[in-house]
Nanobody
Framework: TVQLVESGGGSVQAGGSLRLSCAAS????????MGWFRQAPGKEREGVAS??????????YYADSVKGRFTLSRDNAKWTLYLQMNSLKPEDSAMYYC????????????????WGQGTQVTVSS
């Protein structure tokens, strides 16, 4: 099994930045996906960004709402995934969850298998 622990959430003003971290333990067999999702009160959970790793191939996905503002990165030695969030907007406020899953067919699955407990991001105007 895989455990995921998020950190780095907090409260910032609009235009500010935060970096979320997701530390993974256990083992994910290649190919696999890791990503960030968010859910605001009264709204459905949405995918924010994800990264697919298959052999030597890697590609990332970003939701249109965060393209150009959010950036995924990872430290493979530490099994840690990061989400750098810049130019934050009040509509980015949500609980952010890290997730992971095996990948099949060269893409990330619709449903991820492993989830962290979440970290809150609040952006004030």
């Amino acid at each position: 099994t895989v455990q995921l622990v998020e950190s780095g959430g907090g409260s910032v003003q609009a235009g500010g930045s935060l970096r979320l971290s997701c530390a993974a333990s256990g083992y994910l067999y290649n190919p696999y996906c890791m990503g960030w999702f968010r859910q605001a009160p009264g709204k459905e959970r949405e995918g924010v960004a994800s990264i697919y790793t298959g052999g030597i191939s890697t590609y990332t996905y970003y939701a249109d709402s965060v393209k150009g503002r959010f950036t995924l990165s990872r430290d493979n030695a530490k099994w840690t995934l990061y989400l750098q969030m810049n130019s934050l907007k009040p509509e980015d406020s949500a609980m952010y969850y890290c997730a992971a899953a095996r990948a099949y067919g060269g893409s990330c699955p619709a449903n991820f298998s492993y989830w962290g407990q979440g970290t809150q991001v609040t952006v004030s105007s």
